[in-house]
Nanobody
Framework: QVQLVESGGGLVQAGEFLTLSCEVS????????AGWYRQPPGKQRELVAT???????HYADSVKGRFIISRDDAQNTVYLLMNSLKPDDTGVYYC???????????????RGQGTRVTVSS
């Protein structure tokens, strides 16, 4: 059962932008913390951005200054604005919901199908 619905991926040229969306399909679930992962072709999945319940954000060094994670609690949706895209940003992007323990993010079991981002040079 798909619990997270990601959308917004596509094929763009380097330097362009995309905005990814992640909607929680469960009606009575409230997002605490959330994160976006990506899996480049042939590589392991990596965490690129997180947002906590208070709106505090954290980014991987590779996307810092270019990506912005945000949330709309009324819509139970999390976004990832990706600016100045590079070919290295290519991959399948997955959102997660979860919690922070101290400064560490722990995703829960909810998963989506992911959305593919391809950046051409």
């Amino acid at each position: 059962q798909v619990q997270l619905v990601e959308s917004g991926g596509g094929l763009v040229q380097a330097g362009e932008f995309l905005t990814l969306s992640c909607e929680v399909s469960e009606r009575d679930f409230t997002i605490n913390a959330a994160g976006w992962y990506r899996q480049p072709p042939g590589k392991q999945r990596e965490l690129v951005a997180t947002i906590n319940v208070g709106g505090g954000t954290h980014y991987a060094d590779s996307v810092k200054g270019r990506f912005i994670i945000s949330r709309d609690d009324a819509q139970n949706t999390v976004y990832l604005l990706m600016n100045s895209l590079k070919p290295d940003d290519t991959g399948v992007y997955y959102c997660t919901t979860g919690n922070f323990v101290g400064s560490r993010y722990y995703p829960d079991s909810r998963r989506g199908q992911g959305t593919r981002v391809t950046v051409s040079s």
